[in-house]
């Protein structure tokens, strides 16, 4: 797994920069810059930080059978009350309807 990759994935797929994230995590944003250009590494420790920056387990960061969209869907849906997963399951409902 391209860690560096993961975390620039993650991170932009939720429009934040490498300094709120930085901020998120308690890290810098040199770090972060350094770590998405494999100049550098992380811990499992840090790399916890990293992930209660973008709100995520660190499960969640290590599989790799989901697309980062696919994480970013699962986490919006996840974070949504029930009448707007409601809404959002009848909008699927009409694009992949069942047969």
């Known amino acids: 797994m391209?860690?560096?990759?993961?975390?620039?994935?993650?991170?932009?797929?939720r429009n934040m920069s490498a300094k709120e994230l930085a901020k998120k995590a308690g890290v810098s944003a040199a770090f972060i810059s350094a770590l998405e250009h494999h100049t550098t590494s992380a811990s499992i420790a840090t790399l916890e930080y990293l992930c209660n920056g973008l709100d995520?387990?660190?499960s969640e960061f290590f599989q790799e059978d989901e697309a980062p969209l696919d994480v970013e869907l699962?986490?919006?849906?996840?974070?949504?009350?029930?009448?707007?997963?409601?809404?959002?399951?009848?909008?699927?409902?009409?694009?992949?309807?069942?047969?």
Not at 2 to 13: A, P, Q, S, V, W
Not at 76 to 88: E, G
Request: with cysteine; charged share 25%; aromatic share 8%.
């Open 2 to 13: 391209d860690i560096g990759k993961r975390i620039y994935d993650l991170r932009t797929n």
């Open 56 to 58: 995520i387990s660190l």
């Open 74 to 99: 699962l986490h919006k849906f996840a974070n949504m009350d029930t009448q707007q997963k409601t809404a959002i399951l009848n909008l699927i409902e009409v694009f992949c309807p069942n047969k």
